[in-house]
């Protein structure tokens, strides 16, 4: 029961961080890239709830603009990262062979970076662009699905209704995507939502080093930088605040994806 | 299969996956946009000049040329040249790569002194307060992005509590580096009794250590929680408690002894983890590592130092797994049929 309430918060957080960055616009207090001289290094307070940073732009509706980056960017890699797995595992799954062999190689040969240096070299190697930061994520998260598609797809290409599928005459590729693989989707579903939560830290990671979204563009990991300076002079609200929004997202993400687990896989149920 | 005959097709199994690794990092920095010749040749070359280069660095022969070119440097250890230190890459990375290494042993440290028994007290006392403690750590924590708990950890503890020095590298100002033995300042000074440099090396490791350490803490409690648990339901458990045997030995004998063969894979997982969180706690505590180096060089877009340290991560993480796969392999038997 306490778990059920758990998770429906943090579902009712992710829409909400989802509502906010729809309506930046008309929720943002301030321009989030207007400086304004007279009002810089402001504390929190009633004007600035969360304060103004060294240009005097107004830290929250810097975050809430920011949101809208940092969420693009983690649903299209993720959803890049879906895609080419489930088609890459599929395929492999079920034709086997040289297609299963070539793919896998690929696969463990991806997995053989550490996913966050992989990103760090294809975003430094390929420039700073938001599409960038998308494909590097998506490429890092690939071996994941594949390997997950494909596991189920041996599972579900034995099945009855396969072979039934396969007898009356269907196509390869209409059993394989139209058939089979909605079949492999639960397992899938909940990695994808585990999976935002890791891209929107990667997608900070990347900015905070100075990869990938550039200023003036606000994202949580490039505020956060810009806060880092400013620890030792005590103004604390720059660096904690774009931070906090990272960690409740992600939390809120994981608390998602584990409660899906347990929903999907009873077995899962507290074990991890 | 025998233990001499796993080894071997393990060894050799890693044969692909480096090549493969190279194939990638060639890719990156021979194929993609951004002429290495454009950028060599500086903003004022003229197009003769951009090809005389580009011929010079081979860049105008095929592409299966220029990458057996490219992997024969990497087996001389030819990582190519850094544009701003002017030094090979390969010597820059030598020089760094003690602060990186001990940066990162420090963290498995911690993280594994902290995360075992917490995910072994977790799973005996299931439900109990420890447990609800490791798994708030487990999704609080991961939650977290490292350079966040960095910066937090030197607000906290340097600014306001002032128990941490400044944020800035591996030893206070004033304070000379120990004789070097194995580069790590800390081993190196308790060797040489060296007790000024020891105070101040670890003084400067707390904090980059515990930030470091606290990301990887999470999937270490995690896993070894998991594996205790399965092991407590298991028949010869079971069997422990029907004959009688005390709790004691039965958990911390029999049950903990068999958790940790399989947390003895999870050494390659956190080396992943840590090589990550190392490139931003670097930046963070201005640590002189590897990390720190290849970030440097993209804010210059010099990009032989970045790409030279994809490739090398990739190959250490290759052959810490490797080593990970036969350490299982001696210790437990079992793997080796499968």
């Keep these: ?272 | 299969m025998g233990l001499g005959r796993y080894v071997a097709t393990r060894v050799l199994l890693v044969l692909p996956t480096l090549f493969g690794v190279t194939l990638i990092t060639f890719a990156l920095t021979y194929l993609l946009p951004g002429n290495p010749a454009l950028v060599k040749a500086g903003p004022l070359a003229t197009p003769e000049h951009i090809r005389e280069m580009e011929r010079q660095m081979g860049l105008d022969r095929p592409v299966p040329v220029q990458y057996w070119r490219y992997l024969s440097g990497v087996l001389r250890g030819d990582f190519g040249e850094s544009a701003t230190t002017g030094r090979p890459v390969l010597q820059d990375f030598l020089q760094r790569v003690p602060a990186t290494l001990e940066l990162t042993l420090a963290s498995m440290l911690i993280a594994i002194a902290v995360g075992i028994p917490l995910g072994v007290v977790a799973a005996v006392r299931r439900d109990g307060p420890v447990d609800h403690a490791s798994r708030l750590l487990g999704v609080g924590g991961v939650a977290m992005p490292t350079f966040w708990t960095g910066l937090l950890a030197v607000y906290l503890f340097f600014y306001h509590l002032g128990v941490a020095p400044p944020p800035l590298g591996r030893l206070s100002p004033g304070v000379m580096a120990p004789t070097a033995l194995t580069g790590l300042y800390a081993v190196d000074a308790l060797l040489t009794g060296n007790a000024r440099a020891l105070g101040s090396a670890l003084h400067q490791l707390m904090l980059p250590s515990l930030t470091l350490g606290f990301s990887v803490m999470a999937p270490v409690t995690r896993m070894v929680r998991a594996t205790m648990l399965e092991i407590l339901e298991s028949d010869y458990i079971k069997a422990a408690w029907a004959a009688g045997l005390p709790r004691r030995t039965i958990v911390y004998g029999d049950a903990l002894r068999n958790c940790l063969i399989p947390v003895i894979t999870l050494v390659g997982v956190v080396f992943g983890f840590l090589m990550a969180g190392n490139v931003v706690v670097e930046i963070v505590f201005a640590w002189p590592g590897i990390g720190n180096y290849a970030v440097t060089s993209l804010l210059t877009k010099d990009a032989a130092p970045i790409q030279g340290f994809v490739l090398f991560v990739a190959v250490v993480y290759v052959l810490i797994n490797l080593t990970v796969d036969l350490v299982y392999g001696v210790v437990d038997p079992r793997i080796r049929l499968r």
């Design chain 1, 1 to 272: 029961m306490r778990r059920n309430t758990l998770s429906l918060l943090a579902l009712g957080a992710i829409l909400t961080i989802i509502g906010l960055a729809l309506a930046a616009p008309l929720v943002a207090p301030y321009d989030p890239d207007a400086p304004q001289a007279e009002e810089t290094l402001q504390a929190p307070g009633w004007r600035h709830w969360l304060g103004t940073d060294i240009y005097g732009r107004d830290q929250l509706s810097r975050i809430v603009w920011a949101a809208r980056v940092d969420l693009l960017v983690a649903l299209a890699a993720t959803a890049m990262a879906l895609t080419t797995g489930c088609v890459l595992g599929a395929l492999a799954g079920y034709r086997g062979g040289l297609v299963d062999q070539v793919v896998m190689r690929l696969v463990d040969t991806i997995m053989a970076f550490p996913a966050f240096i992989l990103a760090m070299g294809i975003t430094a190697a390929a420039g700073n662009a938001t599409a960038n930061v998308v494909v590097a994520i998506a490429i890092t998260h690939v071996p994941i699905y594949t390997r997950l598609i494909r596991s189920e797809m041996l599972r579900v290409r034995e099945m009855e209704y396969a072979e039934a599928a396969r007898t009356v005459g269907n196509r390869q590729r209409r059993i394989i995507f139209f058939h089979l693989l909605p079949n492999c989707f639960p397992p899938v579903i909940v990695q994808a939502t585990l999976a935002m939560g890791f891209a929107i830290l990667t997608v900070a990671a990347l900015s905070f080093i100075g990869l990938g979204i550039q200023p003036p563009q606000s994202e949580w990991g490039a505020m956060a930088a810009e806060g880092a300076s400013y620890i030792v002079s005590g103004e604390w609200w720059i660096f904690l605040f774009p931070g906090l929004a990272i960690m409740v997202t992600v939390l809120a993400f994981n608390l998602v994806g584990d409660s899906l687990r347990d929903l999907l896989d009873p077995r899962m149920r507290g074990v991890a």
